[in-house]
Nanobody
Framework: QVQLVESGGGLVQPGGSLRLSCAAS????????MAWYRQAPGKQRELVAS???????NYADSVKGRFTISRDNSKSTVYLEMNSLKPDDTAVYYC?????????WGQGTQVTVSS
């Protein structure tokens, strides 16, 4: 059974930091690209960052220099370290595992950046 379980969301002030975690089933983690997406109210879901099995990383322009994606293969977990958060970063953040054949989504975790 495929499982992606996100955690780490919450309320933070502008300029603050949060770290999101996504724990995946081991079989999925080994064979899939891992990515973080986000969806703000009234907007389409967008890619935030991704990391392949080989460690190649891609970021959305809006988060470059502020967010860092990483994966811990021993824990089958992918992380999103978010620094210098802005109100525009407010969204539900989703973890996704995918390859050319299929994709799986986590349930999402809310991140709210507000004073």
């Amino acid at each position: 059974q495929v499982q992606l379980v996100e955690s780490g969301g919450g309320l933070v002030q502008p300029g603050g930091s949060l770290r999101l975690s996504c724990a995946a089933s081991e079989s999925i983690f080994r064979g899939y690209r891992m990515a973080w997406y986000r969806q703000a109210p009234g907007k389409q879901r967008e890619l935030v960052a991704s990391i392949t099995r080989g460690g190649s990383i891609n970021y959305a322009d809006s988060v470059k220099g502020r967010f860092t994606i990483s994966r811990d293969n021993s824990k089958s977990t992918v992380y999103l370290e978010m620094n210098s958060l802005k109100p525009d970063d407010t969204a539900v953040y989703y973890c996704k595992a995918d390859n050319i054949l299929s994709g799986y989504w986590g349930q999402g975790t809310q991140v709210t950046v507000s004073s």
